[in-house]
């Protein structure tokens, strides 16, 4: 199975603060013959279902604020809110569907300062 | 929108039936999902069925246990759970596509327990 690493494993950030989360996966999550790159970001708020950030890498879903954004390729794949706010709180997974079976990261708590 | 039900406490060795009722897109042209998530070991994908059918795919720790299945006219999932095992204990929720999982409905909670 591919397995998805994320750090850290947690992060404290002042409202107004960058943040950045760390994906790596154990093998290439690129689709060797649909040339996609199945890679995908949630966010976990308390008490709720994950909600879909970002698919294949970049991606960004309808609603989510610009501050948002996500790279990578390969392996490395990286989260980053440019301007932490106080709905950012939760939890960040990233999750590879390109080799079965799919696989989730760990999960990273952002917490606010 | 997605709803799961079904979840309840069930002996080792017993058997549950998850559904989930779809609404508000074209069930039948989309592919699903059941994910669990459970404290130890976070969210785990467990099988996925095409949109049309019948190709299905599962973990290994339930190939031979669980049964995904869909019924396109009633817009409802399904996943048949055998062989329960403590381990299975977690929430399961149900999801829209396979390789790009965009949409969680609330979960369901499914005990193994005696």
């Known amino acids: 199975d591919v397995v998805m690493t994320q750090s850290p494993l947690s992060l404290s950030v002042t409202p107004g603060q960058a943040a950045s989360i760390y994906c790596t996966s154990s093998?290439?999550?690129?689709?060797?013959?649909?040339?996609?790159?199945?890679l995908n970001w949630y966010h976990e708020r308390p008490g709720q279902s994950p909600r879909r950030l970002f698919s294949?890498?970049?991606k960004r879903d309808s609603g989510v604020p610009a501050r948002f954004s996500a790279s990578g390729s390969g392996t490395d794949f990286t989260l980053q809110i440019s301007g932490v706010q106080a709905e950012d709180v939760g939890i960040y997974y990233c999750?590879?569907?390109?080799?079965?079976?799919?696989?989730f990261g760990g999960g990273t708590k952002l917490e606010i300062k | 929108q997605l709803l799961a039900s079904g979840g309840d406490l069930a002996r080792p060795g017993g058997s549950l039936r998850l559904s989930c009722a779809a609404s508000?897109?074209?069930?039948?042209?989309?592919?699903m999902s059941w994910v669990r998530q459970t404290p130890g070991k976070g969210l785990e994908w467990v099988a996925g069925?095409?949109?049309?059918?019948?190709?299905?795919f599962y973990t290994d720790s339930v190939k031979g246990r669980f049964t995904i299945s869909r019924d396109n006219f009633k817009n409802m999932l399904y996943l048949e759970m055998k062989s329960l095992r403590a381990e299975d204990t977690a929430v399961y929720y149900c999801?829209?596509?396979?390789?790009?999982?965009?949409?969680w409905g609330p979960g369901t909670r499914v005990t193994v327990s005696t």
């Open positions: 999801a829209k596509s396979i390789r790009e999982i965009e949409m």
């Open positions: 508000g897109f074209t069930f039948r042209i989309y592919d």
């Open positions: 069925v095409r949109g049309g059918g019948p190709e299905t």
């Open positions: 093998q290439s999550v690129l689709h060797s013959s649909e040339g996609f790159t199945y």
């Open positions: 294949h890498v970049s």
């Open positions: 999750m590879q569907g390109t080799h079965f079976p799919l696989t």
